[in-house]
């Protein structure tokens, strides 16, 4: 009798395919096993089916189980992983297993996935007494406290691998009426605005239903949308579009419209909609639910993010995976889900680095959708107010069709006027400015407060590197070998390119006037929420930032507080900057945004432009005339000058000039290797040697090897890290580089870990 075998991908950096043994008839590619591999037991996934292998048969070792549960994926999301394991320079089990919730990769899940568990969910009290009642040290009831409060329900499995005696607690909690049980798996999905926004969210919850009621209302469409709903509607095969779209221009209707005419003319079909952080912006899931609340369906939306728990998060994806799902709303993640039926991509916010995932496999979400786009021919809308340059570069070229929504939808609201405060200026007029802020920024915050109107105050703190800067002359240390500003690295006492590795000693004065009192740009800022306190007498400042926000949930009643109008001053960093739409702000002032002017980071300048322009968005949405407020040294410069002209375009094209001529991207491609070593020099070694190896690979005089270079933050935990830039005008040239490369780095030695990154953001 002949045998059979299948070839498995396991989550395993060896870029091959392991060969198992199985009865007949042989299970499907594309089907989930239970495989041994040394001593453990893993979930696999089968790609091919042979009769023969390669391996002598002593060692071919037989699968374990099948997953019957779950339908064979795809050849077309095989094909998917596969693409993307190439492009990124991943195995591909490195990139299909990962893809999968957890639950499904858990082989003692799977009899349990399919049945009906009952769910528990948290009552209005449970709300108001957990955690608080639980005794301060018990560690287990208080992440199920918290898990609860997160998740919209949890399930029995989920409970118990928070907690080993789940089951009896949760009796207990319900019979203090803490927790509903509910057995209907898919009715718990229901959307429960008061579930969502929490106890103390009621007014909060109000306004919301008010602005989604507003928006199920269905609004007659502007001229402008309805041109962009009837392209995106009309399109045949692959449809790449970018949808320009100024802030409160209402891009979220265009999706909601297209969606809705996609589902009319195919009910069954599915559409994926991507969003960078799907907690700061409940508005945009509430939209899609009300609006899609009636769909057929049982499942007819689900979402998918890396917050979810196991359970929760497989029965999104087996409802995506068996077509069941019209709509699934995710993170980035959600780029690789099964869509059997996929017939339209929504990426809002598509400029937003949140779609670069920053660890193991990294990839660029929005990239996956274009090809996924391509792939099945269907059409892809990019939507943006400040679009990435990869993508209006694209565009530029024809490759992408635009489609513009110059004016805000709102019919009173228009954009907000821009004006720069000239630090400088009030310096020399002896208008000091008290911890960072300047006095016509207070009178402004003062003037707002007497209106009854709120005001935003917006702090670039993202982690840029630091830059070496004069106060006298506004000298700004730079490479002399690139058009770069260097970066300071204080314990070296050093100053060093991220280009090309040029690297002084930090200079004891301003080599253009001698001025001895040089320092970092930019400061901390901790202290902006207590000095406007101070400053202001009488208003209620809330700050939200990650730190405030620590706890899952709380950004939500912190925004429905700003809501309800119980703030009259909210500070932030890039939080506030997103999509939420403040009905009472009328001012926003900006604090810190130099120091991205001279970063090292060729993308900084565009990154600020993109938040600025985002958090003047928030100003005078609903008829109140807004007013942005920048603070800066430096009011005469370009980006500052665009964004007062509320210019992307003029700043898009003048950024891509630069960039055209600078050889930076999207002109190039990049891709940078990374070495963790034990020390810098193995690191650097390591690198050294790669580098070297690159030398005769093929298209070798197509690519550019720059020196290694130390990392922004050389040494975490003992471990020095260091990364060398590859560059390529040509994207094939580039990959086939790397695909070469791959076989050499693995026999080189002396570091700890080194991968590939592609298309990196972050240099
Ligand atoms: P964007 O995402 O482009 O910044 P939003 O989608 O948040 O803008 O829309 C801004 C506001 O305009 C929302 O309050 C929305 O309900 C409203 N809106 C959208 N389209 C229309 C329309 N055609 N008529 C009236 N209001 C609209
Ligand atoms: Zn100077
Ligand atoms: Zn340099």
Known sequence: MSETFVRVALDH???????????????EPGTLVAVPFGKRSVVGLVVEVSAHSDLAAGRVRNIEATCGACAPLSSEWLALVAFAADYYQRSLGEVALPALPQALRDRSRWPRLFAVEPRFRLTAAGRAALPDALPARAAALRRLAAALADARSLDAP????LHPKAGATLAAWQAQGWIDVETDADAARAFDARADWGADGDAAVAVMASAVSAIAARPALTDEQAQAVDAIAGAQGFSPFLLHGVTGSGKTEVYLSALERLFAARPDAQALVLVPEINLTPQFE????????????????????????????????????RGRARIVLGTRLAVLASLPELALIVVDEEHEPAYKQQEGLRYSARDLAIWRAKQRGI???????????????QAEQGRYRRLSLSRRAVADAVLPAVKMIDLEEERRRGRGSVDGISGPLVAALKSRL??????????????????????????????????AYVVLHKSAHALRCHHCGWEARVPRACPDCGNVDIAPLGRGTQRVEETLAGLVPGARVLRIDADSTRRKGSAQTLFSNVHAGEVDILVGTQMIAKGHD???????????????????????????????????????????????????RYPRHALYHAL??????????????ERRDAHLPPFVYQALLRAEGRTLEAALAFLGQAGAALADAPFAERVTVYDAVPMTIVKVANVHRAQLLVESASRASLLATLRAWQPTLRTLKGVIRWSVEVDPLDI
């Open 158 to 161: 989920d409970a118990r691998a």
């Open 450 to 483: 007497e209106r009854g109107e709120q005001s935003l105050v917006f702090l670039n703190r993202r982690g840029y590197a630091p830059v070496l800067a004069c106060d006298a002359c506004g000298w700004v240390a730079g490479c002399p070998r690139c058009s």
């Open 13 to 27: 950096p060896l870029p091959t395919l392991f060969d198992y043994r199985c009865d007949a008839p042989p299970p």
């Open 379 to 393: 059409a892809v809308v990019l939507g943006s107010a400040t679009p990435s340059l990869e993508s209006w570069w």
């Open 582 to 632: 403040f009905q009472r702000v009328s001012l926003v002032g900006v604090l810190n945004a130099d120091s991205a002017l001279f970063s090292h980071d060729f993308r900084a300048g565009e990154r600020l432009f993109a938040q600025l322009m985002q958090v003047s968005g928030r100003a005078g949405r609903a008829g109140l005339p807004g007013e942005v407020l920048v603070q800066t």
């Open 286 to 321: 509430a939209a899609f639910r009300a609006r899609f609340a009636a769909l057929a369906g049982d499942a007819s939306i689900v979402t998918l993010h890396s917050a979810m728990a196991d359970g929760e998060r497989a029965r999104s994806w087996l409802a995506a995976h």
């Open 644 to 657: 007062g002209r509320h210019d992307y375009v003029g700043f898009a094209n003048a950024t891509l000039d």
